[in-house]
């Protein structure tokens, strides 16, 4: 079902990518999208999606509420990977439109006496301010309000509100649908919604002189409005109420009561806009607080700054001044200074001592590097428009095919580093592939589970589904564990970094020093999240409070500023280490940068409590801790691999340039 749906909207990127290269076309689209034209009269049919609270945040399905169902019965709306790993559950719904046609008090359905099961659960939802999510043309209902002097927009609108211990449901919905006149672009013959859905006119078909319309916009005001039951009797859906029905958003009329049915109605009115179809999206993705994302790239850049400072004090006046005293004397001169000299030149012979598991390491180093690649990548491609939140689901789809076609990155850099480690040792390369191709998927597997245990207990649509689960097992054993294998197998054959200088058989005794050595690999992490914390803060109330990410192109900055400001960091603290006389820096260089992951996991916990106070039920919280330990441990890897192969060159540079026996 997902993969026709995304094979679908590559039929018709590619269509639209051939008539491109003939003609210019004016106004921007956004990719996978196209304008759908409606004439006067034509159908437009509004779809549901899964019902969503920022209290719970746990999704349920449209219908599992007492709603008016759709005549042809419920069917369901080709879905991709990323819409079903969100939880996004597309439906059809019995509200429907004609283009242009402005209808007044439709009556749509009178359910059946509600029964216990469902006047609890009713009241459960309304209590966890569960939001009901419409879309029309791929746009998502939007409802404006005003509080205390502030002009707020929402997607979606409540369930119902509760007043004074009684519960109310909101059972009229007042939609406006904003319209634009088509005006022809030079891509011939493509016309498609968002949704897949491509209509190519034959070309014998004859033009018509109308022109047509495009929505523009879509916006709901939903009211709880009281019915005269006695006034339903024989009256057929979509026909219109007999009395005359009063919207009025700040009062109550339609209780909710066990035993007694909820009826439900609507007005659609259409205007027109001056919104072009290519701006339709700009009320959905208006950048608030820009100036606090240029704040977050200037407090990166001062950072940067100030390590940069350090490290070329560190090349030029102390290293560089170093070496040229030393290969100014001869051999004997040398062999003295040495016996006078302390610092990083003593462990000269044991500074590429291997480390302790150094399979891990080489395991937890390539795994970084496919996170990194991949998170790279993807927010390249949403920052020029590629992964848009007009194609719903295209930002995770595109990070997990990212992820396992890079599996040959992870397998090359396990390998490689391996071979580096042995001494140009082939043996066991597949074993280093193999476990580097489990690692990070297992791990997250195994929260995924647990995650979705927790969602099955309460019956949610976030949980995914089975064949969902075999589809990712599919992927990653048919597709990213042999990419994998043939990226190890090529660094068999690659060179590997040879060691400049001869390891002692007796390691050196390192002093001791006055404070842990692993307090200032912890605290080296405070500067990569100094550089991260702003954005972070709007990626969790993108995640979590419901918002719309869309300022990929601040993100893109910050990550490359983030891997600038690690690597300085594990530059700076394993130098200091080797200053110390202390040669285990393997995974101290680790972890001085990926131990940021630390103080993101601190953040989360610390939005948890303060940002989150609604956050309702054991379920949740562990949801949400659940998915927050899946990205720390991404942010570690990415983070921890960036600062490692750093300290990695610079060792090998720094060594490379002394003369020894």
């Not at 995924?448 to 992927?475: D, E, K, Q, V, Y």
């Amino acid at each position: 079902m997902g993969f026709s749906n995304t094979f679908k909207i590559l039929i018709s990127v590619s269509i639209s990518i051939s008539c491109l290269s003939l003609e210019t076309v004016n106004g921007y689209y956004l990719p996978g999208s196209f304008p759908h034209r409606y004439f006067v009269g034509d159908q437009l049919f509004v779809k549901v999606n899964s019902l969503t609270s920022i209290d719970t945040e746990i999704p349920y399905g449209y219908y599992t509420l007492p709603f008016c169902k759709p005549l042809q019965g419920i069917k369901d709306s080709a879905e991709n990977l990323g819409e079903l790993l969100m939880g996004d559950r597309i439906e059809n719904s019995p509200y429907r439109f004609n283009m242009y046609k402005n209808e007044s008090e439709i009556f749509l359905c009178e359910t059946n006496p509600l029964s216990s099961e469902e006047f609890k659960t009713l009241r459960k939802r309304i209590d966890d301010m569960y939001q009901v999510n419409l879309n029309l043309d791929n746009l998502p209902a939007i409802r404006y309000m005003q509080r205390d002097g502030l002009f707020l927009r929402w997607t979606g609108y409540p369930v119902g509100i509760k007043v004074q211990d009684a519960y109310y449901v909101f059972n009229h919905l007042k939609f406006t649908v904003l319209v634009h006149k088509y005006e022809h672009s030079n891509v011939a013959g493509v016309i498609g919604t968002a949704d897949a859905k491509e209509l190519i006119r034959p070309a014998n078909e004859t033009a018509t002189t109308e022109e047509g319309y495009v929505v523009v916009g879509f916006e709901v005001v939903p009211c709880s409005v009281k019915h005269d039951l006695s006034l339903l009797k024989n009256i057929e859906p979509y026909s219109k109420y007999p009395s005359t029905i009063k919207c009025d958003p700040v009062s109550v009329g339609m209780r909710v009561t066990e035993g007694k049915p909820i009826s439900y109605t609507y007005d659609v009115s259409f205007v027109m806009s001056d919104i072009k179809w290519p701006s339709r999206w700009d009320a959905y993705l208006k950048m608030e607080g820009s100036n606090v994302h240029w704040f977050s790239i200037l407090n990166s850049l001062m950072v940067i700054t100030f390590l940069a400072g350090i490290v070329l004090v560190i090349f030029l006046r102390t290293i560089r001044r170093d070496l040229a005293r030393y290969e100014e004397l001869d051999k004997e001169a040398q062999v003295q200074m040495t016996e006078e000299l302390s610092g990083w030149k003593l462990v000269v012979n044991d500074v590429f001592r291997s480390p302790n598991h150094p399979q891990l390491l080489c395991i937890m180093v390539a795994d970084g590097c496919r996170i990194l690649a991949m998170g790279i990548a993807s927010i390249f491609f949403a920052a020029l428009g590629f992964m848009s939140p007009a194609s719903r689901g295209t930002l995770i789809t595109g990070m997990l095919l990212f992820y396992v076609l890079l599996g040959i990155i992870a397998g090359y850099s396990a390998v490689w580093l391996w071979r580096t480690l042995s001494t140009g040792e082939r043996r066991g390369w597949f074993s280093v592939s193999w476990r580097v191709a489990c690692f990070f998927p297992g791990i997250s597997f195994l929260i995924l589970i647990i995650i979705n245990l927790l969602l099955w207990g309460s019956h949610s649509t976030g949980a995914i589904p089975f064949t969902t689960f075999l589809i990712l097992i599919l992927l990653w054993f048919g597709i990213s564990v042999p990419l994998t294998l043939i990226g190890g197998f090529m660094a068999t054959k690659a060179p590997y970094l040879e060691y400049p200088v001869r390891i002692n058989q007796i390691p050196r005794e390192i002093r001791a020093q006055k404070f842990p050595s692993w307090l200032l690999v912890l605290g080296a992490g405070t500067l990569p999240f100094g550089t991260l914390f702003i954005e972070l803060f709007f990626i969790m109330s993108s995640l979590w409070l419901g918002r719309v990410y869309y300022v990929f192109g601040f993100l893109f900055v910050v990550v490359i500023l983030l891997v600038m400001v690690c690597a300085e960091v594990s530059l700076v603290v394993t130098y200091m280490h080797l200053c110390v006389e202390d040669w285990r820096w393997w995974w101290k260089s680790f972890f001085a940068s990926g131990s940021v992951a630390l103080y993101i996991f601190l953040y989360s916990i610390n939005y948890l409590v303060f940002d989150l106070k609604s956050l309702s039920g054991p379920v949740s919280s562990m949801l949400y801790l659940g998915y927050s330990l899946f990205m720390v441990i991404a942010v570690m890897l990415a983070t921890g691999a960036v600062g490692f192969l750093t300290s990695l060159f610079f060792v090998h540079r720094l060594f490379s340039s002394v003369k020894i026996d």
